[in-house]
């Protein structure tokens, strides 16, 4: 008999790992001390003409420059109080968002649900301990609510969440680079390659022309207190992460980026039982590389023309674990395969001398396709992408569509947009979207909901989004969404089937 296999690090009991959660916060107060004791302010100040003057003008520049986030609303004042002569701040938000998918399907909105409606208070603590040295804490309290297939209600869902967690050393030795460790904050502005929160160690460096990362990252815990350990898919996975960046000329730059991800834990063989809780469909070693290529040319007054180029290629192997149908905790097959693919993204976006100033979008994204018995080379993202891209409005907005909101895989997709400024820092958009796929497949990787294609035709359909943004407010910001896709001809029978989903969140900074 086969005796079920609980990977290491995932516990059964929701509470028996709750130190994974402030692992990072515990490391970065015991560095934080060693950096006090041996870099004194009053040391530092003396014999370092480069530390900068510490005030609390310093200090408040220092917070929003390491602490500002495009997906966060929060005052230009916030709360801070005097502490041992530095500037204690403390901020946050509170958010509220709705999300519902109709018709309702096999398995809408992640995990099965039609709705979904999250209410979260983030709050965050900033401070300079030294010129140098300086320490950022938050964490979120959030409840989830959901309704299921069949009018299913379910209760709320509370849980605590760390959200970003760590210590900040400013040129440390002089050196002119900067060490952060703890759990990191990683994006791009594309949120093509990145955007996450991981457990990492950076470092970082540069000008005001051109600068440059190298990061190492692991999950130590659990990031949020219902869920039982270490998600299955993250653990044991060591990422290492690259970025350099070059202002060639105003408002002209390019980023080169490489993402090496190694999966240690160990392959289930066949027979093998595991639990569902710790299913890992796949262990992978791969690596990516790529470019971003980003400028804005002014046609005149009022008149911009700005354009964007992704390109991206993946390599390296990975194994599929695949399980059975009526044992579906038992290991049925184990599948080696190589992993080659590329992919590209550009975009066009005139901005017109008009009244609200309109904005004209282009965009096509392209990937590689094919599989064979040892190689796929259907290109798959990082998976700490989001896809977010602002099309010229005020706040980014799904870029491959919301109600799909599908990994660039296999795909051809071709964008058409115009949008609006609105009163004064509000914007709406609308957004068009068709989706082929390079092959046609049986499915649609990571997709919003799960629906299985005929494989017989490339046509997924199209999609159209209405977005609107309200910024007028320092410290409220609301977000609507309206989405619809119609199924094309690789949904066979329901094609022409019209799926629509809609979205409204609220955040208030304080």
């Known amino acids: 008999m086969v005796s079920a296999v609980q990977k290491r690090g995932c516990s059964s009991h929701p509470y028996s790992s709750i130190s994974a959660l402030i692992a990072p916060l515990v490391i970065a107060l015991a560095l934080l001390a060693f950096a ?37 609303r929060r005052t230009s004042d916030p709360w801070h109080t005097d502490i041992f002569g530095r500037t204690l701040t403390v901020s946050g938000e509170v958010a509220l968002d709705h999300e519902r998918m109709s018709p309702r399907l096999s398995e809408p909105i992640d995990d099965g649900r039609s709705r979904l409606s999250t209410l979260s208070l983030e709050a965050e603590a900033f401070y300079s301990v030294t010129d140098r040295w300086s320490l950022f804490v938050q964490g979120r309290l959030g409840a989830d609510k959901a309704l299921r297939e069949g009018d299913e209600r379910l209760g709320w869902t509370r849980y605590v969440e760390r959200g970003e967690m760590w210590l900040h050393g400013r040129s440390v030795g002089g050196s002119g680079l900067d060490f952060e460790l703890g759990r990191l904050n990683f994006e791009d502005e594309r949120r093509w390659w990145l955007d996450e929160e991981l457990d990492a160690l950076r ?15 692991r999950e130590l815990g659990r990031s949020r207190s219902d869920q ?36 240690r834990s160990t392959t289930e063989s066949v027979g093998q039982v595991v639990r569902a809780a710790v ?15 980003e400028g804005e040319a002014n046609l005149r007054p009022k008149e911009s023309l700005h354009h964007w180029l992704d390109v991206a ?29 590329w992919a590209a993204d550009a975009g066009l976006r005139w901005q017109l001398p008009l009244p609200g100033q309109p904005r004209l979008s282009l965009a ?28 010229g409005a005020a706040k980014e907005f799904a870029r491959y569509g919301s109600t799909l909101a599908l990994e660039l895989s296999n795909l051809r997709v071709t964008t058409l947009g115009v949008g609006l400024t609105i009163l004064k820092a509000s914007s709406v958009d609308l957004v068009y979207h068709r989706y082929r796929q390079a092959e046609p497949a049986t499915e649609m990787r990571a997709a919003r909901f799960a629906s299985e294609l005929t494989g017989l035709a490339t046509d997924i359909g199209s999609g159209l989004d209405l977005v609107l943004t309200f910024l007028e407010s320092e410290r409220v910001e609301l977000n609507a969404t309206v989405s619809t896709f119609r199924a094309g001809e690789a949904f066979g029978a329901l094609a022409g089937r019209r799926y629509r989903y809609g979205a409204v969140s609220i955040r208030v900074g304080f």
């Open 313 to 341: 290629r993946v390599c390296g192997d990975e194994a599929m674990v695949e399980f059975g149908t009526h044992s579906p905790d038992e290991v049925t097959n184990v599948l080696r395969r190589k992993i080659r693919g």
């Open 36 to 72: 006090a004791l041996a870099n004194a302010d009053k040391t530092t100040a003396e014999t370092d003409t480069t530390a900068p003057a510490t005030t609390a003008s310093a200090d408040s520049e220092l917070r929003q420059r390491l602490t500002q986030r495009e997906d966060q």
């Open 364 to 391: 096509y994204a392209i990937t590689s396709s094919g599989t064979t018995s040892d190689t796929d080379r259907a290109y798959r993202q990082t998976g700490l992408h989001s896809n977010l891209h602002e099309f």
């Open 228 to 263: 039982d350990g270490i998600d299955p898919e993250q653990q044991d996975v060591i990422r290492w992460i690259a970025n350099a960046g070059w202002e060639w000329r105003p408002n002209h730059s390019v980023n080169l980026f490489m993402l090496r991800h190694r999966d």
């Open 203 to 217: 470092v970082s460096g540069g000008s005001d022309k051109f600068e440059f990362s190298l990061a190492a990252a």
């Open 279 to 293: 299913h890992d469909d796949s262990d992978a070693r791969l690596t990516w590389v790529g470019a971003s290529l």
